[in-house]
């Protein structure tokens, strides 16, 4: 099921990426006084447990299957205290890293391709996190009949284009929505979990 929970924009241009969790997948590891959590999202409904492991993992850069032109993934590692019914991150306890794959026309999108090893986007790739100025929140939690229910709630962001001119690229859209995140055992091996 498709959850669509917002589009970013880059104040810069009118660069834009949609916000939807796909596919979204998590791995909780409790123990007796807390715990931590790793979980990822992103636009593609085709977008794998195994892929995306590998991805968080640093042993995969294509992004096919995993991130589609003019949309954006998230990652994040979430350590918390006490019941590992609800754990909401801050600032300390983890902060979302987030891609995106921008476009200036959402109806012209960007593709991949391989570039000497690296896997480049001919749109504008933003990367960032939420505005740690600003209030965001972000929780997770098991789900009746297995897996996760990640909430979000995030309005505003800071980030830059890494790959071109190295300055401030803000951008602003509403995250908001409850998701379903499937269990994936594979993400205990993201470098963001060790």
Not at 84 to 102: F, K, Q, R, Y
Not at 139 to 158: N, Q, S, V
Request: hydrophobic share 40%; net charge negative; with cysteine.
């Amino acid at each position: 099921q498709t959850v669509a929970v917002g589009v970013m924009a880059a104040v810069r241009d009118g660069e834009q990426a949609a916000v939807s969790a796909a596919r979204a997948f998590a791995y909780d590891a409790p123990t007796q006084d807390g715990g931590k959590a790793v979980v990822w999202f992103g636009g593609d409904p085709d977008a794998t447990c195994e892929a995306v492991a590998e991805r968080l993992a640093g042993s995969r850069d294509d992004p096919a299957g995993i991130l589609l032109a003019g949309t954006c993934e998230f990652a994040v590692r979430m350590d918390y205290e006490g019941s590992a019914v609800t754990h909401t991150s801050d600032p300390l306890a983890g902060i979302p890293a987030i891609g995106c794959a921008m476009d200036e026309d959402p109806d012209e999108p960007g593709a991949w391709s391989e570039v000497d090893g690296a896997w480049i986007y001919s749109g504008h790739w933003w990367q960032g996190s939420p505005d740690l100025d600003g209030a965001w929140s972000m929780g997770l939690a098991p789900a009746e009949g297995g897996g996760y229910t990640l909430t979000l709630d995030m309005h505003a962001f800071d980030g830059d284009f890494i790959y071109e001119a190295l300055e401030d690229a803000p951008a602003n859209g509403s995250i908001t929505g409850a998701v379903p995140a499937e269990y994936c055992e594979g993400l205990q091996n993201a470098t963001i979990f060790k």
